[in-house]
């Protein structure tokens, strides 16, 4: 079985421009999660969704929003870059039945 | 709020020898508590979950956890370390609402070095 892929696996952007990262959930599961990981702040939660639908968001600002469509993949879109928004971006999507969240690889996002 | 604490920003543990990574939580309910491993450059594997039941969970690789409600705690151990064993730790805490896992709370993490 597939694990969650994230694409792409590396991205370099200016700032002020702005970047879509794409995640696959493993195959049957409908809820998908995103974080962020940095050397300071460590692994800090963006959003979830399940059903298309934003059930959960963590504190980050509007420029920062996600989408899921209907076969359950996911981007997220972070507008007007800022050099702090350089990361690790993680996916992790989890089963009905379960609690726990399986993670892609991630994408390395560097603003310069 | 929900908030994780590992004391330990950096452990070194000499090969074979025994492992044990602290976890301090803060949740307003019963918790669902998780270990999880990162290796330099790659994403996150689950090592092993904890929502009811026995206090002990046995998880993969070897490891296991134990949840003790009265100290807030749900700390990893290893009876002997492997070299292979080197990463970063993060313990997590989250909820569950129906369809799968609400968000994540993490750790700082915990680096494992380990020496020959």
């Known amino acids: 079985k597939a694990g969650v892929t994230q694409t792409p696996r590396y991205l370099i952007k200016t700032r002020g421009q702005q970047v879509t990262l794409s995640c696959s959930p493993i195959?049957?599961?409908?809820?998908v999660s995103w974080y962020q990981q940095t050397p300071g702040q460590g692994l800090q939660f963006l959003f979830e969704?399940?059903?298309?639908?934003?059930?959960n968001k963590g504190n980050f600002p509007g420029r920062f929003s996600g989408r899921q469509f209907s076969n359950s993949r996911s981007e997220m879109n972070v507008s007007t870059l800022e050099l702090g928004d350089s990361a690790l971006y993680l996916c992790?999507?989890?089963?009905?039945?379960?609690?726990?969240?399986?993670f892609g690889q991630g994408t390395r996002l560097t603003v310069v | 709020a929900q908030s994780v604490t590992q004391p330990d920003i950096h452990i070194t543990v000499s090969e074979g020898a025994s492992l044990e990574l602290r976890c301090n939580y803060s949740?307003?309910?019963?918790?669902?508590l998780f270990w999880y491993v990162q290796s330099p450059g790659q994403g996150l594997q689950l090592l092993l979950k904890?929502?009811?039941?026995?206090?002990l969970v046995q998880g993969i690789k070897g490891f296991e956890a134990e949840f003790k409600r009265s100290q807030s705690s749900f700390n990893l151990r290893k009876p002997s370390v492997h070299w292979s064993d080197a990463a970063e730790y993060f313990c997590?805490?989250?909820?569950?609402?129906?369809?799968?896992?609400?968000?994540?709370?993490f750790g700082k993490g915990t680096h494992l070095i380990i020496q020959p």
């Open positions: 949740y307003g309910a019963t918790p669902y």
């Open positions: 997590a805490v989250g909820s569950y609402s129906g369809g799968g896992a609400d968000g994540l709370t």
């Open positions: 992790a999507s989890s089963p009905p039945w379960a609690t726990e969240a399986f």
């Open positions: 195959s049957g599961h409908r809820s």
């Open positions: 904890y929502f009811s039941g026995d206090t």
């Open positions: 969704y399940f059903s298309e639908t934003q059930r």
